[in-house]
């Protein structure tokens, strides 16, 4: 049985991995400038400031990863929804539709893959949290290093805990193969006491900001507008509103225009508050490794991609008439883009993702399509519409309507015949006004499925999908994952 456990602890966490720097090669900030060669073993590493840093650095290298952020993330994350379909041909990944309809099962390998990702990111960050007391370094910059680790760990805890419920907490590296091996699941109400832990400690050291140098680093605003989050989907609406008034006190601001948010010039502007940072490095094809765009690109077009999680019909019927962020979310067949790429009118499908886009003259042969595209993860914008929805909670709808108005306000662009303000004061109206909202301003972003379900609504929006109460809330556990722990771990109900 322990060398049952050391196999199952071997596959989740990557021990032996130590911290192997060469797999998460650099990105487009110098803090990611990570060596190509030279890996070193545990017994080498953690002793100097040095170390530390690429420690860290590594953190944020493993989260542009294919299980973060290409098929293993989209099938947990953006097929159930109604906003998106599978994409590509009907015979590519079919897999996908498993997801759409609510027929996977726990044997499915995107399952384990998104699983794995997360936990390869907690794993990662425990490292830095175990190893860095012990070197004498700055005692600011130490701090700061210990609020970015914990600062993911609890946005890998926050995806795990939505995907699947409870699930075992990891807050250190194993030593006791009787103990530390091989956790049971822990309690929904656990995992999110962890995560907000994690992020109150990690707000309490982060910088406000950074240097041109360290921009993309997590931040006390990404701490905040996380912790938001993460209240919001416990229904804490007083803690929603105190840190999304204190993010908006911080000095962001939305870009005039709704369609560059998205695009490379402005990755980590005024509007961010994070992203996880993908380049397309000179010469190196390997280091280059961010599949999220070409998973999603035009297909079928040179420097487009493959086509897969497209935005569906019921996304593109949503929006109110005139609404600019349709154009802005959705590229349609027959199109030519802001940036001048004219889309072929024949393809496999309608729409495709415009968040994910990277004009096609970008694109360098032997390099994946988009690889430069940083995924945005949060955005001012949904710190506004969180801001919004607690206040209308708490029966303070002048502010909950000055929120949504500024998120409105800028997606109709100066053209007010369009998108009129809200003005209900109806709490129930007004719910629903911003749940719209959300779908509006966050489609395609990954945002959309585990809010219905927060919501509520799960019956009424995904029922015709094939989605189920009492069953669909979560994803099955990864049915390798339960074998491999003997049987500690349990399956959710219903699969």
Known sequence: MKLHNKKYTSAVLGIGLAITIASFPSCKKSFLDVPQEGKQQSTAFWKTAD????GVNAIYGNMRSWENTAFPAIAIESMGSDDADKGSTPSDASFFLDFDRFTVDPDQGNISGFWNGQYRNINYCNQVLQ???????????????FGEAKFIRALSYFRLVRAFGGVPLRTKLPTDPNSDYNLPRASVAEVYAQIESDLNDAAAVLPQSYGAADLGRATKGAALALHAKVAMYLKKWNDVLSYTNTVMGLGYSLLPNYEQVFRLANENGPESIFEIQCALVPGNPAASNSQYSQVQGVRGQTGGGWGFNVPSAELAASYEAGDPRRDATIIFRGETTPEGDVIDKVGDNPMYNQKSYVPFALFVPNFNEGAQ??????RYSDVLLMNAEAANELGNTSQALTSLEQVRFRARQGNTSILPKVTTTDQTALRLAIWNERRSELAMEND?????IRQGRGTQIFGVKGWKAGRNEVWPIPQSEIDLSGGVLTQNPGY
């Open 51 to 54: 170390d530390a840093a690429a």
């Open 131 to 145: 190893n860095v007391p012990g070197i004498t370094m700055d005692a600011t910059l130490k701090a700061r290093y």
């Open 373 to 378: 595209q940083n995924v945005r993860i949060l």
């Open 448 to 452: 959309r499925y585990f809010d219905v």
